[in-house]
């Protein structure tokens, strides 16, 4: 279905829920919990008494973790599907937004909701329809958090902790790009916006903090440690690369470092446009093919390393019936080579699933990473909730000068006085001055709870009214 008759059918649309009964949440394979082990958001959003509870953060998908590459591609999500789904959740009245985090390694939409099973409930209507699946049977592959745990998520993937391959960089540039997304697509809540713009600075401190932004970590990087593991001697041996992208560049370069000038001939690269083909060409010193010349060299290569955004398989059984015996690196997401082409007796045929082990940094170096990671990230999250906590106590605020200024314009509308301009500005000077104290007080205020019985106290000293709300 194009992505605009999706659109249209969910704009004027009313969205039957999939499911009758509530879906429960469901973090698999486990909630990440913070280091302190607090739980801000459910337990300080239970409101004071007049106050509206703040709506909720709700993270819904699949990732690497729990959902296999053939889990993932199925749910993965092209241009035209993320059109159909910001209009879709645009177009509902339980969704307050949304930001897609669409990698190979995840599809993850966050959003913000009043009702959360309603909320989820729609999520996976809507995801169901763009994409033509029925979910219900892929629910153990998803998973499900709610704000603190939601926001935590977040902080974690954009740092690389939650990769295939641990503190890789590539995500940081997915993160900011799914958040411009949001931002254009007009679906960037104020609460995702904030969630976001901490998780990038919690990501950019983390890569830089714990020295990650001066390593060598991707899936490229895993693919060329896999290849001098599966074949020593890959120097003397025929290579074809196919696609230009970031993933094909970092692959590229690698093997520029490492072969000699006299070897360079044995590396062929492909890809779509001839103008990337020949950048690429001229700053490596490869040989470039275009697309035509595929067959042949499946002919005569010894490794095959794929990796282009064509959302479909492009190499198949058939392709590889004259090819010579070869390792096949497919790291596209969704596979551009067939699974059933590692079928065939004398193709090895690896996938991005396949290079998990391939972490460049020891497990001990991992686990120093980690501590100093959760440090800043529990950090940043404290930002996140205090800021959480302001726009808690800013419906009180707001109230209660409501509340105040009625009174003091009565007070100014009895005065017998024809000139009220002195007294209007000594009371308002008066009012302000009376509730400074208090109201930094309140802003000020860290702890949930005495944030919540301060406003409550509040409320009930000065008698506000859900009229002054
Ligand atoms: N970025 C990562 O961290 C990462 C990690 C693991 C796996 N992957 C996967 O690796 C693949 C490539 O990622 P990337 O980041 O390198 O992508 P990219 O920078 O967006 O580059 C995409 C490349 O694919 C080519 N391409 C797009 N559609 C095509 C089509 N229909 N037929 C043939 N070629 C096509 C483009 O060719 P033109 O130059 O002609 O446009 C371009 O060279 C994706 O499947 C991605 O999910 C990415």
Not at 70 to 91: M, N, W, Y
Not at 121 to 149: C, H, M, R
Not at 338 to 359: C, F, K, M, W, Y
């Amino acid at each position: 279905m194009a992505a605009k008759d999706t659109a249209t059918r969910f704009l004027g649309a009313t969205i039957t829920p999939l499911f009758k009964n509530p879906i429960p949440l469901h973090p698999n394979p486990e909630p990440p919990t913070t280091p302190s082990g607090t739980s801000f958001l459910p337990t300080s959003y239970g409101p004071s008494s007049l106050q509206r509870p703040l709506p909720k953060t709700l993270v819904f998908g699949v990732r690497h973790h729990s959902a296999p590459i053939d889990v993932r591609e199925r749910l993965s999500l092209s241009e035209a599907d993320l059109e159909a789904l910001h209009q879709a959740i645009t177009a509902h009245p339980n969704l307050l937004g949304c930001a897609v985090l669409n990698t190979c390694n995840r599809t993850e939409i966050y959003t913000v909701v009043t009702d959360v099973s309603a909320g989820l409930n729609a999520l996976v209507t809507i995801l169901s329809t763009i994409k033509g699946v029925d979910l219900l049977p892929y629910q153990p592959y998803w998973f499900s958090l709610l704000d603190e745990d939601a926001a935590h998520h977040l902080l974690r993937v954009t740092s690389g902790l939650d990769s295939l391959i641990m503190g890789e960089g590539q995500i940081l540039n997915q993160v900011k790009d799914t958040y411009q997304a949001s931002r254009q697509w007009k679906t960037c809540h104020p609460h995702l916006e904030r969630l976001f713009q901490r998780a990038l600075q919690a990501g950019k401190r983390v890569r830089t903090e714990t020295g990650l932004a001066k390593k060598d970590i991707s899936i490229s990087h895993a693919a060329y440690e896999r290849l001098k593991q599966e074949m020593p001697d890959f120097l003397q041996k025929r290579l074809t690369l196919v696609g230009g992208g970031k993933m094909a560049s970092l692959l590229l370069r690698a093997l520029h470092q490492a072969l000699p000038e006299s070897n360079r001939h044995r590396v062929t690269l492909v890809n779509r446009s001839p103008l990337r083909l020949k950048e690429l060409c001229d700053q490596y010193g490869f040989q470039g093919q275009g697309w035509d010349a595929v067959p042949k060299l499946l002919t005569q290569t010894d490794v095959l390393f794929v990796a282009t955004g064509a959302p479909h398989v492009l190499l198949e059984p058939d392709d590889f019936k004259h090819a010579t015996p070869m390792l096949v690196m497919d790291v596209s997401v969704p596979r551009n080579v067939d699974p059933a082409v590692g079928e065939l007796p004398h193709i090895t045929l690896l996938n991005t699933d396949d290079l998990r082990s391939q972490n460049p940094l020891a497990f001990s170096e991992q686990q120093s990473v980690m501590e100093v990671a959760e440090r800043i990230l529990d950090d940043e999250l404290t930002q996140y909730r205090q800021w959480l906590q302001s726009q808690q106590a800013g419906q009180t605020i707001h109230a209660l000068r409501h509340h105040m200024e009625t009174l003091r314009q009565d007070y100014l509308s009895d005065l017998a006085t024809e000139d009220t301009r002195p007294l209007d500005q000594a009371s308002r000077r008066l009012v302000n001055r009376l509730f400074h104290n208090p109201l930094v007080a309140l802003r000020n205020e860290t702890c949930p709870q005495k944030l919540e019985t301060k406003l409550q106290v509040l409320q009930e000293l000065f008698g506000l009214t859900p009229d002054d709300f």
